[in-house]
């Protein structure tokens, strides 16, 4: 059985393609467009579904729509009802696009179809499984669980924001859901907002903005007590009311009325790019502590309702790492899986999957470790290919194969150099996993100032994440699982840290930016914390053996991984847009499969560009 699992029309449009339950190819479409987070129909990512899969259209025996786009044009009537005379600004705008595109969504995506290839309409059948289904179904059906409990958790689908839901075997009860305009990730959304950064791409820099507040400041627990007591109520349960006087983003153009915030916290909303300051960092790290307190309440009702022992996540709230890594320590439930792609992009893959065992009740025998491999679903390209695209820019290159390859890495990565690491199939999801990834020594005191000014160019603050050998994880982090998809923080070791300053929470961002926290100060956080990508030789054994070469010569069994883009743009696809971004900073090496590329050789470059804010 063939199905197409289709994302679209909101942020981070996707496809994905699964063959009698097993997924085969899945891609984002802002991989092939350059255009980050694109929102439009995949067409890109379908063909390459398409062709990965050597089947057309005419082939398919269902695609599914990842949410009821009915369900959600009925939310937006009922809002812009309930709250009149307000938002007829923004109604004037929505409605227009609404019924252009999403009432008539049928026909727009048999229209899309049609211009990747000719197939009978009469023949395709089409299903749209509701938006936090699709994410349910991300989660559990991939999942080596038989049952499990599954949490969802994300802006807003039709009118859900989270659900709790019961998967076992091939079925998926929703028991419980919060509804709009109620919601934990437009609470998130709406600090994001606030402390400068945009709404849908920034919540991860909110995320790594956090660790910098005074945990020790009478101030946190202020904005804390004032974040309780006026902007949310927090129910036993973990469900939420939102007092909707200080929000905007119901019927508004904003997510906040900015005078009241002003007004409750103190200071007017950051100004982007603005210099951070320190009342800005606590107040991030108050609403991660809040946001931290709501998931571990909604998973405890998640056990209470279901009685199973493992847990599911999926949902954009899901990619909260730091909050998933406290849901894990308090050991509510014995093990924790989160889908890679939790945000819109994997409802590609529930809505496919749901089709597969919801629609047609297809019997489930789950995998171990998961059905996911690794996240590795995108496109990978051949020595021909590289050696076509990159023709026209005349390179300069070694090929070294086997071995040699990974000892002749480590020892660049040993000298210091950044590489731009290009192997394999590109991940599914927001994370490089090692397939397109750019790598360091994480031992080095200058590489995260070095990675973020010269290669990134972005904030000074934002952390890296270690990929370390899942075998040799349990000596550096106090981690008691595997992390292969990069979605759990956890502390380093204790004889692993440095002696800080005794004022240490009381120093400035920048000066606090600048002390040695361990013995591995590129991917410590200040809070001593890691993003951990444990790395598994029987899903990447490019990456696995790159690093344990590393491990050989160096003693470190773990390098520094941050994705292969630059601030604005998305994770590079093709060996042109590696090789591009490799000449366009000041990376010293690009290895493209067994093509090695030394900066220093490379001929003059004279295509600079302007990277985009993100």
């Not at 119901?250 to 906040?256: E, H, S, W």
């Not at 590289?386 to 000298?415: H, M, T």
């Not at 606090?512 to 993003?531: C, E, G």
Request: glycine share 6%; aromatic share 12%; hydrophobic share 40%.
């Amino acid at each position: 059985m063939n199905i197409l699992g289709i994302s679209a029309f909101y942020h981070d449009s996707a496809a994905c393609l699964i063959q009698d339950g097993r997924i085969v190819a899945a891609a984002q479409e802002e991989r092939f467009t350059r255009n980050k987070h694109d929102a439009s129909f995949p067409e890109n990512a379908v063909k390459y579904c398409l062709e990965h899969s050597g089947l057309s259209i005419d082939e398919m025996d269902a695609i599914a729509f990842y949410d009821k786009p009915f369900l959600k044009f009925e939310r937006l009537l009922e809002t812009y009802l309930s709250f009149a005379p307000k938002g007829v600004r923004s109604f004037v705008t929505a409605i227009p696009v609404w019924l252009k595109e999403k009432m008539f969504l049928k026909k727009l995506i048999y229209d899309s179809l049609k211009e990747i290839e000719e197939y009978d309409k009469e023949d395709v059948t089409l299903l749209f499984p509701e938006h936090h289904l699709s994410h349910a179904a991300s989660a559990f059906y991939p999942s080596k669980f038989d049952e499990a409990a599954i949490l969802t958790i994300d802006g807003v689908g039709e009118w859900a924001t989270a659900s709790i839901c019961h998967g076992k075997g091939n079925e998926i009860k929703i028991l419980r859901e919060l509804k709009f305009p109620h919601s934990l990730g437009l609470l998130y959304s709406a600090f994001t907002y606030y402390l400068g950064f945009k709404v849908n791409s920034g919540e991860y820099k909110l995320m790594g903005l956090a660790p910098y507040g005074n945990p020790e400041s009478e101030l946190i627990q202020d904005y804390i007590t004032k974040i309780k007591s006026e902007l949310v109520d927090i129910r036993a349960d973990g469900s939420i009311w939102l007092n909707q006087k200080y929000f905007d983003y119901a019927t508004g153009l904003r997510m906040v009325k900015d005078k009241k915030w002003e007004e409750l916290f103190g200071f007017p909303r950051r100004e982007d790019e603005a210099e951070l300051e320190q009342h800005e960092a606590d107040l991030a790290l108050a609403i991660q502590m809040v946001t931290e307190e709501i998931v571990i309440l909604m998973a405890k009702g998640a056990k209470k309702l279901t009685g199973a022992n493992a847990i599911c996540l999926a949902g954009g709230v899901a990619l909260n790492c730091v909050a998933n890594g406290k849901l894990q320590n308090e050991g509510i439930f014995d093990e924790v899986y989160i889908q890679p792609a939790a945000g819109d992009a994997g409802g590609a893959v529930g809505a496919a999957l749901a089709a597969q065992y919801i629609y047609f009740k297809d019997e489930r025998v789950p995998e171990t470790p998961d059905s996911m491999h690794g996240a590795y679903l995108g496109p990978d390209y051949h020595k021909i290919d590289v050696e076509r695209s990159l023709r026209k820019f005349k390179p300069v290159f070694n090929e070294i194969s086997g071995s040699e390859l990974y000892k002749k890495a480590a020892e660049i990565l040993d000298n210091g150099n950044v590489v731009g690491w290009f192997n394999g199939r590109m991940e599914f999801g927001p994370r490089a996993l090692g397939g397109r990834s750019i790598i360091a020594d994480p031992r080095r005191v200058d590489m995260q100032k070095k990675l973020n000014l010269k290669i990134k160019y972005r904030e000074s603050f934002r952390p890296f994440a270690p990929s370390v050998l899942a075998e040799h994880a349990a000596d550096y982090f106090e981690l008691d699982s595997d992390s292969p998809y990069m979605l759990l923080v956890q502390s380093i070791k204790e004889d692993l840290k440095k002696q800080v300053p005794k004022d240490y929470n009381q120093l400035p961002l920048r000066e606090k930016l600048a002390v040695q926290r361990s013995d591995y100060p590129a991917i410590t956080h200040i809070d001593f914390s890691a993003r951990i990508q444990t790395v598994h030789k029987e899903t990447n054994p490019e990456y696995w053996n790159l690093i344990d070469a590393f491990r050989q010569r160096t003693g470190c069994a773990m390098v520094v991984n941050t994705s292969f883009n630059v601030r604005g743009e998305p994770i590079v696809c093709t060996p042109e847009d590696a090789y591009r971004c490799f000449m366009n900073t000041e990376m010293d090496y690009l290895v493209i499969g067994e093509y090695v590329f030394a900066k220093e050789d490379q001929p003059e470059w004279t295509d600079k560009i302007e990277f985009d804010k993100d």
